[in-house]
T-cell receptor
Framework: QQPVQSPQAVILREGEDAVINCSSS?????VHWYRQKHGEAPVFLMI?????EQKGHEKISASFNEKKQQSSLYLTASQLSYSGTYFC??????????????FGQGTILTVHP | DVKVTQSSRYLVKRTGEKVFLECVQD?????MFWYRQDPGLGLRLIYF???????EKGDIPEGYSVSREKKERFSLILESASTNQTSMYLC?????????????FGPGTRLTVL
């Protein structure tokens, strides 16, 4: 039931774009995206709700395909500060309002100068 | 500034010891969570609590218990530590509700069981 993220790792040069995918086998209510820098706590990026719009945050945006139970995180014109591990956290449909998330295994993003 | 704190950054214990990991949040959040993080496995939910004295098992509760006597404090207990519980433990909190329920994470406790 853990969502599957792809790719597992990606290496970029500054200015390049990347897409990280998160796919669930169960119906979803929402998808959260977090970034964790080495040695630090995960930090919230954005949430996508069922029936909601595509979200954006500076040069990082995300979409949620409810039919496929998939979400994609788009990083454009990458910067060195984007390096880290990205996690999607999924909240299953039909659940409670407690915000229980099931996280993917993570995607390691490395941006080189 | 929103804050989640954990009692220790690093902890070394012996097999069979009872281990307490504590987490405190200052945001008056209803929900609190304990995860363990292992390379290649992401964050796996051990237990969570949605109110004082209320708890539910997560995906990997075996070998763990929790306690929430006050709203701001959520403790993870390893009754008899084993080497396979060596891991990074992360605590998080979030407000109740269907939207804007982002999770705020603590800095983590790296536990080594010898």
């Amino acid at each position: 039931q853990q969502p599957v993220q792809s790719p597992q790792a990606v290496i970029l040069r500054e200015g390049e774009d990347a897409v990280i995918n998160c796919s669930s086998s169960k119906a979803l209510y929402s998808v959260h995206w977090y970034r964790q820098k080495h040695g630090e706590a995960p930090v919230f990026l954005m949430i996508l709700l069922k029936g909601g719009e595509q979200k954006g945050h500076e040069k990082i945006s995300a979409s949620f395909n409810e039919k496929k139970q998939q979400s994609s995180l788009y990083l454009t014109a990458s910067q060195l500060s984007y390096s880290g591990t990205y996690f999607c956290g999924t909240e299953f449909a039909g659940g409670t309002s407690y915000g229980k998330l099931t996280f993917g295994q993570g995607t390691i993003l490395t941006v080189h100068p | 500034d929103v804050k989640v704190t954990q009692s220790s950054r690093y902890l070394v214990k012996r097999t069979g010891e009872k281990v307490f990991l504590e987490c405190v949040q200052d945001m008056d959040h209803e929900n609190m969570f304990w995860y363990r993080q292992d390379p290649g496995l992401g964050l796996r939910l051990i237990y969570f609590s949605y109110d004082v004295k209320m708890k539910e098992k997560g995906d990997i509760p075996e070998g763990y218990s929790v306690s929430r006597e006050k709203k701001e404090r959520f403790s993870l207990i390893l009754e008899s530590a084993s080497t396979n519980q060596t891991s990074m433990y992360l605590c998080a909190s979030s407000p109740d509700g269907w939207e804007d329920n982002e999770q705020f994470f603590g800095p983590g406790t790296r536990l080594t069981v010898l």
